[in-house]
């Protein structure tokens, strides 16, 4: 049975920060590549970053230079640390793992920040 599980999301004052973690169980998580969406209300999901198995890294370019992503795989976990966060990052974060044909996402945690 395939389960990623959030973590980490909470309640932070503009400019905090937050780690996400997510970790796999069920697939071999080194050969999936490895991304963070968000949905806010009323919004599509998005993008937020991704991490192809060999390590390549895309970032939306709203959260350019203030995201990290990052993979451990011994730990079949994923990562994103998230500074100077802003209002609009408020949403709920979800983990995707993705090798075609096969596309797995967690139940999502929620990022709110505010004053």
């Known amino acids: 049975q395939v389960q990623l599980v959030e973590s980490g999301g909470g309640l932070v004052q503009p400019g905090g920060s937050l780690r996400l973690s997510c970790a796999t169980s069920?697939?071999?998580?080194?050969?999936?590549?490895m991304g963070w969406y968000r949905q806010a209300p009323g919004k599509q999901r998005e993008a937020v970053a991704v991490?192809?198995?060999?390590?390549?890294?895309n970032y939306r370019d709203s959260v350019k230079g203030r995201f990290t992503i990052s993979r451990d795989n011994a730990k079949n976990t994923v990562y994103l640390q998230m500074n100077s966060l802003k209002p609009e990052d408020t949403a709920v974060y979800y983990c995707?793992?993705?090798?075609?044909?096969?596309?797995?996402w967690g139940q999502g945690t929620q990022v709110t920040v505010s004053s």
């Open positions: 995707n793992a993705d090798f075609y044909p096969q596309k797995y």
């Open positions: 069920g697939i071999i998580f080194k050969n999936y590549v």
């Open positions: 991490i192809t198995s060999g390590g390549i890294i």
